[in-house]
Structure formats: C-alpha cells, structure tokens
C-alpha cells in the first residue's frame, strides 16, 4: 500500500511540475497569448498598408492626375507652356 502511494505523490509531483514550469505552463501559454497579440497588432497594420498601396496603384492604373501630381512633386516636372518659379529663404 505504501507503494502505490509513493506512485501516486511521484505522479502527482511530476504532473504539477509540467503545469507550473514545463512547456505548456501557465507562464509559457502566457507568454505564447502576448505573442499572438503582438504578432496581430503587426498584422494589421501590414494589413492597412497593404490596403493604402492597393489604393494608390488602382489609383495610378486609372488617374492621370495622380501620375502628373507624383510628376511635379517628386520630379520636379512642370507642364510646357509653364513658368516655374522657386523661391528660397535667403
């Protein structure tokens, strides 16, 4: 008899063990949930990214303004006939 109450406190030691450290514990499923919660707030403003790219191709798939505004802002373009005049702080 007392062999299988040894038997069953060793059990029962080695069963808390994996519950309070092992993998699987309460600390690692704790530490796995603000994985998952960072990883999805990661996400989602990929996922807002992506949507303002997608946007801004179909917009330049379709509109000629948006072509020409990216044209002068970034390029430095100006239209023919145009006068550009550039002021600077001095």
Partial sequence: MKWLWLITLTLLAGLQYRLWVGDGSFAHVAQLKQQIAAQQRENEQLQERNRVLTAEVIELKQGLE?????????????????????????
């Fill in 66 to 90: 948006t072509i020409e505004e990216r044209a002068r802002h970034e390029l430095g373009m100006v239209k023919e006939g145009e006068i550009l005049f550039q002021l600077s702080s001095e």
